[in-house]
Nanobody
């Protein structure tokens, strides 16, 4: 069992930045690849970014490439999502999740956090 808790969301103006954190407890954090997903009202939960368990590989949705950066600190059992140049269309609930494979598919992730709201005003 892995427990994940996201934090760092809030209201930000377009063009601004936010850093989300995902704190993990339970089974060894460093055993898992991590991913961030987001879900806007009335829409599917979509992949945003992923990182391998070593932190050596990262991958992004095209919509956030060049603006968002995923990272992790295995000594702190925490993953991060730095979001820059935010746009109103980035408004969503952001979720972190664990996976034992490198994948962008929602079904490939097993443990999920409760989500944190990010609202970008124009």
């Amino acid at each position: 069992q892995v427990q994940l808790v996201e934090s760092g969301g809030g209201l930000v103006q377009a063009g601004g930045s936010v850093r989300l954190s995902c704190a993990a407890s339970g089974r060894t954090f460093r055993n898992y690849n991590m991913g961030w997903f987001r879900q806007a009202p009335g829409k599917e939960r979509d992949f945003v970014a992923g990182i391998s368990w070593t932190g050596g590989s990262t991958y992004y949705a095209d919509s956030v490439k060049g603006r968002f950066t995923i990272s992790r600190d295995n000594t702190k059992n925490t993953a991060y999502l730095q979001m820059n140049s935010l746009k109103p269309e980035d408004t969503a609930v952001y979720y972190c999740a664990t996976s034992t494979t490198i994948t962008t598919a929602r079904g490939g992730y097993s443990y999920w956090g409760q989500g944190t709201q990010v609202t970008v005003s124009s």
